[in-house]
């Protein structure tokens, strides 16, 4: 899997470790962000103080510009490399699509909607002779938009493009103020040189990357992250077994709702684990090693012949050691004592769950992993394809080592969120992948007697049969 | 700390879950010389004592089992006594990923109903977090003390009896232990009650002051979803987004491969025996009271494919088990794995109304 390149983003140790406890709150020197523009587009940089972060098109800022602004503010790009703080990008919308309500104190949303109702007084009451919004309106050309971008550096440029485009639109006119409003957030988000800077949380981390690069997180959704984290069952101090072939969005995730307390063994397919995406996570390296054990599927399946045979040296030996001999002894002696140590937890096992998102074959993988989950722990596993996990289904149910499993389906769907025009969005993501969940159990060797086959048989031993031969009732379940 | 923390083995005064089937689950409080008695079995808790968590055990009476299982919020609420609608694991989940409530949030919800969500914000905020829940039906509000206090869940959630959609969510005696600068300070609120609107505006004196704080309404009707939205604005809440979660459950199921050839053959075959009289021979043999279970149908297994088919009884071809009971996936069949629905699905629980507030820059 090739990464995804995000030039911002080079975090050396000694900058991470300036972070003492990260913030989720206030917007933080050397911290990781997520900044939201109005296009809708994402970016991941680092606010490295004295910085200048560049959004491209929408122009650069200073770092120093927004610290301490709490996560979740919206600036707007100033001259100079300065930002102001601004009402969110949504809100300008809210407001102009309520429509009604005035008393609006902020200034430049006054003189938005000066702008706005302007434009309005020579709006049509209905829109049926509305012509289809497509590049016909359009009178400006590419060209001419780049130019009045260039022209300039104030933030009054969006504005004069949008009024532009209005002036340039035959059809404006004929439009209700509703679509009016509506065509102009879309130009609106597309031009004005606005910007939101959010925490970069697992949701947030997460729709990052479906937007750079969908099939590194599996095709997953927000609402199948969440139905992982519920059903495994994550909190502080827990202890699980984990298989993330995303890179490391579901380690975050989980790190970020254990809060530094519990352990996570990850188990993966090459040498050395992926876990690229926790370089965004602000988790200093020593707590993201000391919660964090990995291993490989080799040492995993085979612990007996992997483990290290180690002895430690003597105080004279290393007394003996040249410098050289010493710094390769360490090393060796660092190696063989993790590799032992995770081999160990994985033999005595007893997870608090496993956190399953891989392609690997569940029913051969399972069968190496399950002795190692707890008793009535969960069992959760994620697959972009119902059909995987069916089969992983119908393994467990023939296992019994795993009690009423079932694949979970979870899709949300967004609304046009206006008060008496609420409808679905007319399109919806068709990905999201499923999510199966189980509970791990101890089955009893024998003398069990189900109860549907069982007193069934008995009832035919004492008594002549009255059943339905031609009863298809099914067995109750288990 | 039984929702908050596994342990291996069930000891006397533990909440066990006594898993029956997937629609019966029966939370059980282990006291000695009680028994648990269902249609499927009787269970002694004497017995239950020392065992582990996760074992399947069998009923007194030779007959019967269940499944043992330690507490989680999820299995609460499938097993939970329902005194309100609930919220489901899917909007429950999926709330909590977009609101990103993680260890340490503080969380204001209303109303507890019956708990459901509360089990699951309790855990999730873990022990750092803290949960302000509130119920204005007494007799609900008593019951969820009760429960929150037999869970014991009140070292991070407070259940206060409360209206408030009149009165508001500002408590005048705050446990030491549960401010935060000497108040409240939700970062994240959820409103499950009939008229939120009316609730909104009563949340400015509780929520975070310094860092953006996030609200979920959650309503049935569009028409509550309009108020809710305008009261969200009024109040000055942004970013106001209404989404519908769609969750199902699949089951897996087995569907026997019936081949057009074997269709064929067999019409053939009862073609043959007509010709020859040998179908009635077998209705004689039918009424002499001969039947046959399906053990019977899987012995044949020596053979092959189509041998197995040929059930070898004296009845013929019967390649899909025509007349006789087959349950899905008996050998002898061939099957393929398919999936299906759940029987009802839960097409409609609420619209989810997000927002957030964000403090005025100073
Ligand atoms: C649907 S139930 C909540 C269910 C809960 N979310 C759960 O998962 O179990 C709604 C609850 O809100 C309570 N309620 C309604 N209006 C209220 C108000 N003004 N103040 C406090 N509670 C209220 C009702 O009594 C009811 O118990």
Redesign the interface.
């Known amino acids: 899997m090739t990464e995804v390149e995000i030039p911002e983003v080079t975090t050396s140790s000694d900058e991470s470790t300036r972070i003492i406890e990260k913030s989720?709150?206030?917007i933080t020197a050397y911290q990781h962000a997520l900044i939201r523009l109005p296009s809708e587009g994402l970016k991941i940089v680092q606010l490295r103080p004295d910085g200048v972060i560049s959004l491209g098109k929408f122009g650069s800022f200073e770092v120093n510009e927004i610290l301490g602004?709490?996560?979740?503010?919206s600036f707007e790009i100033l001259e100079n490399l300065k930002v102001k703080?601004t009402?969110?990008i949504?809100?300008l919308h809210?407001?102009g699509e309520?429509g009604e309500?005035s008393d609006e104190a902020i200034e430049d949303v006054e003189k938005e909607k000066d702008e706005l109702t302007k434009m309005f007084s020579n709006s049509a009451e209905h829109n049926q002779n509305i012509i289809n919004i497509g590049s016909k309106i359009q009178k400006l050309s590419n060209e001419e938009i780049d130019e009045l971008k260039k022209s300039g550096a104030t933030s009054k440029i969006g504005q004069t493009i949008i009024e532009k485009m209005i002036a340039g639109h035959e059809g404006f006119e004929k439009k209700t103020i509703f679509s009016q409003q509506k065509y102009l957030k879309r130009k609106q988000q597309k031009f004005l040189r606005r910007f939101t800077v959010e925490?970069l949380?697992?949701?947030q981390l997460l729709q990052y990357y479906i937007e750079k690069d969908i099939q590194r997180v599996l095709d997953m959704s927000?609402?199948s992250?969440?139905?992982l984290?519920?059903?495994a069952?994550i909190?502080?101090?827990?202890r699980y077994l984990v298989i993330d072939e995303t890179g490391g969005v579901i380690l975050y995730a989980m790190m970020?709702?254990?809060?530094g307390?519990g352990s996570i063994v990850l188990v993966h397919d090459n040498e050395h684990p992926n876990i690229i995406a926790l370089r965004h996570s602000d988790y200093p390296e020593e707590s993201i090693n000391s919660m964090i054990k990995t291993i490989n599927w080799l040492q995993f399946v085979e612990p007996d012949n992997e483990k290290i045979d180690w002895e430690d040296a003597t105080a004279e030996e290393l007394e003996e050691m040249k410098p050289s001999k010493r710094a390769q002894y360490d090393r060796r002696s660092k190696r063989a004592h993790e590799i032992n140590e995770v081999i160990n937890i994985v033999q005595e096992g007893?997870f608090?769950a496993l956190v399953s998102v891989s392609s690997l074959h569940m029913p051969t993988l399972l069968e190496h992993v399950l002795p190692t989950i707890?008793?009535?722990?969960?069992v959760v596993i994620y697959n972009q394809f119902?059909?995987l996990l069916?089969?992983t289904?119908?393994f467990l149910?023939s296992d019994k080592r795993v009690?009423?499993?079932?694949?979970?389906?979870?899709?949300?769907?967004?609304?046009q969120?206006?008060?008496?025009r609420?409808h679905?969005l007319m399109t919806m993501r068709g990905f999201g992948g499923?999510v199966l969940w189980g509970?791990?159990?101890?089955?009893?060797e024998s003398?069990?007697?189900?109860?549907g086959r069982?007193?069934i048989?008995?009832k035919?031993e004492d008594t002549?049969?009255t059943?339905d031969?031609?009863?298809?009732k099914?067995?109750?379940?288990? | 700390m039984s929702f908050y923390q596994y342990k291996d083995t069930i000891e006397e005064g533990d909440l066990v879950f006594a898993f029956i089937s997937r629609g019966t689950i029966k939370p059980i409080v282990i006291t000695r010389d009680q028994q648990l008695n269902t249609r499927y079995g009787h269970y002694e808790h004497n017995d239950m004592i020392g065992m582990k968590y996760g074992q399947q055990m069998a009923g007194a009476r030779g007959y019967g089992f269940i499944h043992l299982l330690h507490p989680t919020p999820e299995m609460w609420t499938l097993s939970l006594p329902h005194r309100t609608q609930i919220v489901y694991t899917s909007d429950s989940s999926y709330i909590m990923q977009r609101l990103n409530v993680v260890a340490g949030t503080r969380v204001i919800e209303a109303g507890t109903g019956s708990a459901s969500f509360t089990h699951s914000f309790a855990r999730t905020v873990a022990a750092e977090g803290r949960l302000f829940t509130y119920e204005f039906h007494e007799p609900r509000y008593n019951e969820a003390k009760r429960e929150l206090e037999e869970h014991n869940m009140t070292g991070n959630t407070l259940i206060t009896h409360r209206d408030v959609c009149n009165d508001g969510f500002e408590l005048d005696n705050i446990p030491e232990n549960f401010q935060h600068d000497g108040g409240i300070n939700g970062d994240v609120i959820f409103l499950d009650l009939p008229s939120p609107w009316t609730a909104i505006p009563h949340l400015n004196s509780v929520i975070s002051q310094t860092s953006r704080v996030g609200i979920c309404c959650f309503s049935p009707c569009i028409e509550q979803v309009d108020k809710t939205v305008k009261a969200l604005q009024d109040e000055g809440w942004t970013e106001i987004e209404m989404v519908e979660v769609a969750g199902r459950r699949w089951e897996a199921r087995k569907d026997m491969v019936k081949d057009i050839k074997d269709v064929v053959k067999r019409l053939k075959d009862i073609q043959s025996r007509k010709n020859q009289g040998i179908e009635n021979r077998r209705h004689a043999k039918v009424k002499s009271g001969e039947k046959r279970d399906h053990d019977q149908v899987d012995s044949g297994d020596n053979g092959s494919d189509s041998d197995k088919k040929f059930q070898n009884l004296g009845k013929g071809f019967n390649p899909f088990g025509k007349g006789i009971r087959v349950r899905e996936g008996d050998d002898g069949f061939e099957w393929r794995n398919v999936t299906k629905v759940e029987g009802e699905v839960k097409s409609h629980t609420s619209y989810l109304t997000f927002a957030y507030k964000i403090p005025v820059p100073s």
């Open positions: 989720s709150k206030i602004f709490p996560f979740g503010q703080p009402k969110s949504s809100q809210d407001d309520a309500n925490y949380g697992a949701s927000e609402e992250l969440g139905l984290m519920t059903y069952n909190r502080p101090g827990g970020e709702r254990m809060k307390q007893n608090d707890g008793g009535s722990r969960p119902k059909e069916l089969e289904q119908h149910m009690l009423a499993p079932s694949i979970f389906e979870s899709r949300v769907r967004a609304y969120t206006i008060p008496g609420m679905p499923y509970t791990r159990v101890i089955p009893k003398g069990v007697q189900a109860i069982g007193i048989k008995r035919r002549p049969s059943e031969e031609k009863s298809d099914k067995p109750k379940e288990e």
